[in-house]
């Protein structure tokens, strides 16, 4: 008879391990949510990356609710994935954080894996959650519950009213060009506010109303608009008075926006070519918790004014980074664009550099990236909470 290929003592050992397996409370899992604007798709990975469960879940409170619970009964959450916290996961991102949750920003899914793996929700949040545990995904995202969300909420308002008056405008003029001679006569020389006041001011002429009958259910119409000039002169006042609505809403957003920036950034607004436009998008850039940012390196790659290397063999270059936020990109170009105007130091600058054969589109990227040091020193010493 062969021997028992475990002694006494070896299958001892292995019941023990078998009695007592590892408690859901000791288990490290990590999550992983897609999501969506209706509902959010939740998986859990364990520390080596495979697949525990997934679900899916309402996007509301009770929903949110449900998605962090889901996620703790599979044991201790180490971090959890999420797409796209800022849009349709910003609410539950808030959620998480006020459950203590660390949550890690997550980019869209490697495409290659995309077209070899293909795409389904529940894949996409296994993908969420194996970024997150393997360190490939490490953002930290905006926590949008303080002023520099407010600040945001009104610059979206602010710059669609910006873009319906200038198209409106646009519109105006190109009325003003193809209408009746006499009308072009009269608001010739005519520009900016002067124009829009007196094409408010126009009043169309119309034909005597058709009788009303007395069984009518509504009430009489006015008059038919008598010709082509008439037509014209009605649109062009309806367009001047919609520029000035627009007018109005635009001077109480700027309101609004002088009393929130004015005491959460005084360091940043001291800079030279910093405004409220420039402050509030570069504040809205960083979001309420600037921390998240490890240093003034990561904040110029938010703005996408970092150089990105490109060297081969003897040549040693960088290339223009296209990445990071256009908008804050726009501001800090706004305030390369007063300085070469106001600052001596910044032509003098522009000198020297040119002498050593830089162009000028060259010039300003590095102009891009000194300024975005200062303005990261600036937003760190504005929020860094100050003590006695």
């Not at 389904?120 to 194996?130: E, G, H, I, S």
């Not at 953002?139 to 710059?159: I, N, Y």
Request: hydrophobic share 35%; with cysteine.
């Amino acid at each position: 008879m062969l021997p028992h290929p475990f002694s006494n003592n070896e299958k001892d050992n292995m019941t023990i391990v078998a009695d007592h397996p590892r408690t859901v409370q000791q288990l490290e899992v990590t999550g992983g949510v897609d999501t969506h604007a209706d509902f959010h798709v939740a998986a859990v990975i364990d520390p080596l990356g495979r697949r525990l469960a997934h679900e899916t879940f309402p996007t509301t409170p009770s929903g949110y609710r449900a998605l962090i619970g889901w996620l703790q009964s599979h044991g201790h959450v180490i971090h959890v994935g999420v797409e796209g916290t800022g849009a349709y996961g910003a609410g539950l991102a808030r959620a998480m954080h006020v459950a203590e949750l660390t949550v890690v920003e997550v980019d869209r899914p490697d495409r290659k894996a995309r077209r070899d793996q293909g795409k389904t929700d529940p894949l996409d949040a296994y993908a969420a959650a194996r970024a997150a545990a393997s360190g490939r995904a490490t953002g930290t995202p905006k926590t949008r519950t303080g002023d520099v969300e407010s600040v945001r909420t009104l610059r979206v308002a602010r710059t669609g009213a910006i873009r319906a008056r200038a198209k409106a405008l646009t519109q105006l003029k190109a009325l003003i060009v193809t209408g009746p001679e006499e009308l072009r006569t009269h608001l010739a020389g005519l520009d900016g506010a002067q124009l829009i006041a007196t094409c408010a001011r126009l009043r169309p002429g119309r034909n005597e109303p058709a009788p009303v009958s007395p069984h009518a259910k509504r009430p009489p119409r006015p008059g038919r608009l008598a010709d082509p000039t008439a037509a014209t002169k009605r649109a062009l006042a309806s367009i001047a008075t919609r520029i000035g609505h627009l007018d109005d809403e635009l001077a109480g957003l700027d309101n609004d926006l002088h009393t929130l920036i004015t005491p959460i950034a005084p360091t940043l607004l001291a800079l030279q070519g910093v405004g409220l436009d420039v402050a509030g998008q570069l504040l809205a850039t960083v979001g309420d918790n600037p921390g998240r940012l490890r240093d003034e390196s990561t904040f110029a790659h938010l703005c996408g004014v970092a150089p990105i290397p490109a060297s081969s063999g003897k040549t040693t270059r960088h290339r223009l980074n296209r990445g990071g936020d256009r908008a804050a990109n726009a501001a800090l170009y706004r305030i390369v664009i007063c300085r070469l105007r106001h600052d001596q130091r910044t032509r003098d600058y522009v000198e020297r550099r040119t002498q050593q054969g830089r162009s000028k589109a060259e010039i300003i990227r590095c102009l891009k990236r000194y300024i975005a040091r200062e303005v990261f020193t600036a937003i760190t010493t504005d929020f860094t909470p100050t003590t006695t």
